[in-house]
Nanobody
Framework: QVHLVESGGGLVQAGGSLRLSCKAP???????????MAWYRQSPGKGRELVAS???????NYADSVKGRFTISRDNSQKRVYLQMNSLKPEDTAVYYC??????????WGQGTQVTVSS
């Protein structure tokens, strides 16, 4: 099973910032860019929730809890998606997963990167 490659997680104090990055490995070959790229997160005892998504026309969608603080962006030439996270709160602590939906409807996931926000 092929996974997307995530980076950028870590430990930060409340109010700080982190930038997550995700790219498709070479094994995922596609002439066309992913239809949708997204970030999800899962904290202990909770289900996986959508944080933000961006479509091929760059339409974005955010969870209410992160609006105004997080920004999702994409680089189609590199098949990368980014999540800039500002004004982080302890409740943002979670494992963050990258997601890409490709034009052939194949869905890929990353293995997750831990984000920990201390109070």
């Amino acid at each position: 099973q092929v996974h997307l490659v995530e980076s950028g997680g870590g430990l930060v104090q409340a109010g700080g910032s982190l930038r997550l990055s995700c790219k498709a490995p070479r094994q995922i070959f596609s002439v066309f860019s992913p239809t949708v790229m997204a970030w999800y997160r899962q904290s202990p005892g909770k289900g996986r929730e959508l944080v933000a998504s961006i479509s091929s026309d760059r339409t974005t969608n955010y969870a209410d809890s992160v609006k105004g603080r997080f920004t999702i962006s994409r680089d189609n030439s590199q098949k990368r998606v980014y999540l800039q996270m500002n004004s982080l709160k302890p409740e943002d602590t979670a494992v963050y997963y990258c997601n890409q939906v490709h034009p052939d409807s194949t869905i890929y996931w990353g293995q997750g990167t831990q984000v920990t926000v201390s109070s």
